[in-house]
């Protein structure tokens, strides 16, 4: 068990945040890198730079989107505020980055992290029921729509019952494994996934804009393209 | 040309016969993805895209119908699908080696449908979490559709009629036809007004060279005397180009191969009188791709303004002269989508109405959070879906009309004009009137002629009665 704790711990964890760390970091250059190459080719170049930034803020403080559907909106909200902070101003996971990396910074007290994972495990299980019991979510459902909800309890609810070995029925070791490797996998699975939203979202509002600024011949060299420059209408 | 009727809207008979669609379809996206601009925009939405379904909650076509394929999202995969299978390295490597999805005819078939099922209104946009443009992506899909002759016939003809026609706009309007309607309209604004305002054409170097939706001069004679009496109390310098008069841009909503056309055209036109401002009338889409125009028309393209942004700008300065009567009808405003979704013309137009309705009232949501009439993305030219426009896809519009108790709903926009009044008849709102915002302006314009006392009325009548005997 111990070995299996050491491979989840060292090489694996590290192979998946570099991957992950690699993987997110080509999705953003490139999309910067396009974004310039669009932008070059706009035949307006006129890009509404404050509407953009201030579209992107409205974006990710979401409360505009909280009125349509605000059970879903809601949960999803506190979803995202337990699964961006817990995993990063944990004191244990600061303490091992200490460890690691020979510094850390300010944790959450224990008892504010212990709450938003409770919050977060409660609101896992509802967006997965809510995308069951939900027509519109159900029929756009993939399998990685299911699946991430529940990794992420599973690292969650494992890292809450190590925290807390008085709710825990298992071993510490393989919970603790559970919580490593479920971890590990979000970790190599983000740059894969819709996880990769955590990059892309602060730029979509750029991108869209960008992608109704045409450059000024688009049509006319499809139409070349396609062998229809002197075609009839 | 003969149509076919496979689809809900009437397509050429080429649609149907010429072979190997999947292969031209994915020849013609691929093409669209190399010398366009969506390629990223696409690549992010595929990547991101959350499923929450939460655009379904904006959607008015759902909201009415209910049915899967018009959840936003549902419809904007269908197209994602393809780009992940056919233009992405991942889905190309996951093909050979598991198979799976194959673009075929019928997938076609289905995207022909959905993404004409769509109004392109955009409003699911606000509401998509990660910020994904359905519009965006229905425009681009129907451009690629478009390349293997899936377009609606009607909008096609119009635009056949526009760059390759005689007439070289889309209701095919004849020069002279349209000069002996402008006569006629002055002749009104005579007898009705009893002031004198020609409509000039091809005057060189005038301010403003002006484009409306051409089908005014069939449908909107109160919206274009609107429009000239505006130009004339605020002596302002504008002309009609004989080159050119038609400010509609069918190719926004099919293909922007022939967007491009149709904005240089009008550029060109401009340029040929060395008219210094495009003026655009009473029309969302015209508006809309005249914005296009610093986009394909080059360093030296005119700048583009918008007749309410006109009058708007002159109602500030005090240019308009008004008569102390203000418009008794209790009054409404419908967003036009295409002006308003971005925010761009929100305001403008509520700032005269206010100052000429004594009643205006606003429908909720308004602005750009408003509802689509039910007509946006060309659908409204689409006569053989009018039960769907007036139906399921129109419901909630009309709605929001009856909530409002209002006897004059305000468009500034042709087609959300024809299609709210088809709207109103389908929908019990008969008591309703339809107009744009010129219409009300004119009845309230100050020309300064003083009103005919009843007794030269009476004089003016018996000489009209003599001149009819004598003729």
Same mark, same amino acid.
């Given at each position: 068990?111990?070995?299996?704790?050491?491979?989840?711990?060292?090489?694996?964890?590290?192979?998946?945040?570099?991957?992950?760390?690699?993987?997110?970091?080509?999705?953003?250059?490139?999309? $910067?890198?396009?974004?310039?190459?669009?932008?070059? =080719?706009?035949?307006?170049?006129?890009?509404?730079? =404050?509407?953009?930034?201030?579209?992107?803020?409205?974006?990710?403080?979401?409360?505009?989107?909280?009125?349509?559907?605000?059970?879903?909106?809601?949960?999803?909200?506190?979803?995202?505020?337990?699964?961006? $902070?817990?995993?990063?101003? $944990?004191?244990?996971?600061?303490?091992?980055?200490?460890?690691?990396?020979?510094?850390?910074?300010?944790?959450?007290?224990?008892?504010?992290?212990?709450?938003?994972?409770?919050?977060?495990?409660?609101?896992?299980?509802?967006?997965?029921?809510? =995308?069951?019991?939900?027509?519109?979510?159900?029929?756009?459902?993939?399998?990685?729509?299911?699946?991430?909800?529940?990794?992420?309890?599973?690292?969650?609810?494992?890292?809450?019952?190590?925290?807390?070995?008085?709710?825990?029925?298992?071993?510490?070791?393989?919970?603790?494994?559970?919580?490593?490797?479920?971890?590990?996998?979000?970790?190599?699975?983000?740059?894969?996934?819709? $996880?990769?939203?955590?990059?892309?979202?602060?730029?979509?509002?750029?991108?869209?804009?960008?992608?109704?600024?045409?450059?000024?011949?688009?049509?006319? =060299?499809?139409?070349?393209?396609?062998?229809?420059?002197?075609?009839?209408? | 040309?003969?149509?076919?009727?496979?689809?809900?809207?009437?397509?050429?008979?080429?649609?149907?016969?010429? &072979?190997?669609?999947?292969?031209?379809?994915?020849?013609?996206?691929?093409?669209? @993805?190399?010398?366009?601009?969506? !390629?990223?925009?696409?690549?992010?939405?595929?990547?991101?895209?959350?499923?929450?379904?939460?655009?379904?909650?904006?959607?008015?076509? +759902?909201? *009415?119908? &209910?049915?899967?394929?018009?959840?936003?999202?549902?419809?904007?995969? @269908?197209?994602?699908?393809?780009?992940?299978? +056919?233009?992405?390295?991942? &889905?190309?490597?996951?093909?050979?080696?598991?198979?799976?999805?194959?673009?075929?005819?019928?997938?076609?078939?289905?995207?022909?449908?959905?993404?004409?099922?769509?109004?392109?209104?955009?409003?699911?946009?606000?509401?998509?979490?990660?910020?994904?443009?359905?519009?965006?992506?229905?425009?681009?899909?129907?451009?690629?559709?478009?390349?293997?002759?899936?377009?609606?016939? %009607? @909008?096609?003809?119009?635009?056949?009629?526009?760059?390759?026609?005689?007439?070289?706009?889309?209701?095919?309007?004849?020069?002279?036809?349209?000069?002996?309607?402008?006569?006629?309209?002055?002749?009104?604004?005579?007898?009705?007004?009893?002031?004198?305002?020609?409509?000039?054409?091809?005057?060189?170097?005038?301010?403003?060279?002006?484009?409306?939706?051409?089908?005014?001069?069939?449908?909107?004679? /109160?919206?274009?005397?609107?429009?000239? *009496?505006?130009?004339?109390?605020?002596?302002?310098?504008?002309?009609?180009?004989?080159?050119?008069?038609?400010?509609? !841009?069918?190719?926004?909503?099919?293909?922007?191969?022939?967007?491009?056309?149709?904005?240089?055209?009008?550029?060109?036109?401009?340029?040929?009188?060395?008219?210094?401002?495009?003026?655009?009338?009473?029309?969302?889409?015209?508006?809309?791709?005249?914005?296009?125009?610093? %986009?394909?028309?080059?360093?030296?393209?005119?700048?583009?303004?918008?007749?309410?942004?006109?009058?708007?700008?002159?109602?500030?300065?005090?240019?308009?002269?008004?008569?102390?009567?203000?418009?008794?009808?209790?009054?409404?405003?419908?967003?036009?989508?295409?002006?308003?979704?971005?925010?761009?013309?929100?305001?403008?137009?509520?700032?005269?109405?206010?100052?000429?309705?004594?009643?205006?009232?606003?429908?909720?949501?308004?602005?750009?959070? !408003?509802?689509?009439?039910?007509?946006?993305?060309?659908?409204?030219?689409?006569?053989?879906?009018?039960?769907?426009?007036?139906?399921?896809?129109?419901?909630?519009?009309?709605?929001?009309?009856?909530?409002?108790?209002?006897?004059?709903?305000?468009?500034?926009?042709?087609?959300?004009?024809?299609?709210?009044?088809?709207?109103?008849? /389908?929908?019990?709102?008969?008591?309703?009137?339809?107009?744009?915002?010129?219409?009300?302006?004119?009845?309230?314009?100050?020309?300064?002629?003083?009103?005919?006392?009843?007794?030269?009325?009476?004089?003016? /009548?018996?000489?009209?009665?003599?001149?009819?005997?004598?003729?």
């Amino acid at each position: 068990m111990d070995a299996w704790l050491q491979l989840a711990r060292g090489p694996l964890f590290w192979a998946a945040l570099v991957f992950m760390l690699l993987g997110l970091g080509r999705h953003l250059v490139l999309t $910067l890198w396009e974004g310039a190459r669009a932008y070059r =080719r706009a035949g307006d170049k006129d890009v509404p730079g =404050r509407k953009i930034v201030a579209d992107t803020v409205r974006w990710l403080v979401p409360t505009r989107t909280l009125r349509d559907r605000w059970p879903y909106s809601i949960t999803t909200l506190l979803f995202h505020v337990g699964v961006i $902070l817990v995993p990063l101003f $944990l004191a244990g996971h600061i303490a091992l980055w200490k460890g690691a990396l020979g510094f850390g910074w300010p944790a959450l007290p224990n008892t504010v992290s212990t709450t938003l994972t409770l919050v977060v495990l409660a609101a896992a299980v509802a967006i997965v029921v809510q =995308r069951v019991v939900v027509k519109e979510s159900r029929v756009l459902s993939r399998f990685q729509d299911y699946a991430i909800p529940l990794l992420i309890a599973v690292a969650f609810g494992s890292g809450f019952m190590v925290m807390h070995p008085a709710w825990n029925p298992f071993g510490r070791d393989p919970t603790l494994l559970v919580h490593v490797l479920s971890g590990d996998l979000l970790l190599f699975l983000t740059p894969v996934t819709k $996880l990769s939203h955590m990059v892309l979202l602060p730029l979509t509002q750029l991108v869209s804009q960008l992608a109704w600024h045409f450059p000024p011949d688009a049509g006319e =060299r499809v139409g070349v393209a396609l062998g229809k420059e002197s075609e009839p209408i | 040309m003969a149509t076919a009727q496979k689809y809900a809207y009437n397509v050429e008979q080429r649609a149907l016969e010429e &072979g190997d669609r999947p292969r031209r379809f994915l020849e013609a996206f691929g093409a669209i @993805l190399e010398h366009g601009n969506y !390629n990223l925009a696409l690549d992010t939405y595929a990547r991101t895209s959350a499923k929450c379904g939460r655009c379904a909650a904006s959607c008015q076509l +759902y909201e *009415a119908t &209910g049915a899967e394929e018009d959840i936003p999202c549902n419809r904007s995969e @269908l197209l994602f699908r393809v780009y992940r299978r +056919y233009f992405t390295t991942a &889905g190309i490597a996951r093909a050979r080696l598991f198979g799976g999805f194959t673009l075929t005819d019928e997938y076609i078939d289905e995207m022909a449908e959905a993404f004409w099922r769509c109004t392109a209104c955009r409003r699911c946009k606000d509401t998509c979490p990660v910020g994904i443009d359905h519009g965006l992506v229905t425009h681009l899909a129907r451009w690629a559709l478009s390349e293997v002759d899936l377009i609606p016939r %009607a @909008l096609l003809v119009s635009v056949r009629e526009q760059l390759e026609g005689k007439t070289g706009n889309t209701s095919a309007i004849p020069l002279p036809a349209l000069k002996d309607t402008c006569e006629f309209l002055s002749e009104e604004l005579q007898d009705i007004y009893h002031v004198d305002i020609e409509y000039p054409f091809d005057v060189e170097g005038a301010e403003y060279v002006f484009f409306p939706a051409v089908s005014d001069y069939l449908m909107e004679a /109160d919206t274009l005397m609107g429009n000239a *009496a505006l130009m004339h109390v605020t002596d302002a310098s504008w002309t009609i180009g004989t080159g050119d008069y038609d400010g509609i !841009n069918y190719g926004l909503f099919y293909s922007d191969r022939m967007m491009e056309r149709i904005v240089r055209n009008m550029v060109k036109e401009t340029q040929r009188l060395g008219g210094r401002k495009i003026l655009v009338g009473e029309c969302g889409h015209a508006t809309r791709s005249a914005w296009y125009v610093p %986009a394909f028309g080059g360093p030296d393209a005119p700048p583009v303004v918008n007749c309410l942004e006109y009058a708007y700008d002159m109602l500030e300065q005090g240019r308009i002269p008004l008569k102390p009567e203000k418009i008794p009808e209790r009054v409404t405003y419908h967003d036009p989508c295409n002006i308003a979704r971005a925010g761009r013309i929100t305001e403008q137009p509520r700032e005269v109405l206010k100052a000429i309705c004594a009643d205006y009232v606003e429908m909720t949501p308004n602005r750009t959070e !408003n509802y689509c009439c039910g007509g946006g993305g060309g659908t409204v030219s689409i006569d053989e879906i009018r039960a769907f426009r007036t139906g399921p896809l129109g419901r909630r519009k009309a709605d929001q009309i009856r909530d409002t108790g209002a006897e004059l709903v305000v468009s500034p926009c042709a087609n959300c004009k024809k299609q709210l009044r088809e709207l109103c008849q /389908d929908n019990d709102l008969d008591d309703v009137e339809v107009v744009g915002l010129h219409d009300l302006l004119l009845r309230v314009i100050d020309f300064g002629v003083p009103e005919p006392s009843e007794s030269e009325e009476e004089a003016d /009548d018996e000489t009209e009665a003599v001149r009819a005997v004598d003729a």
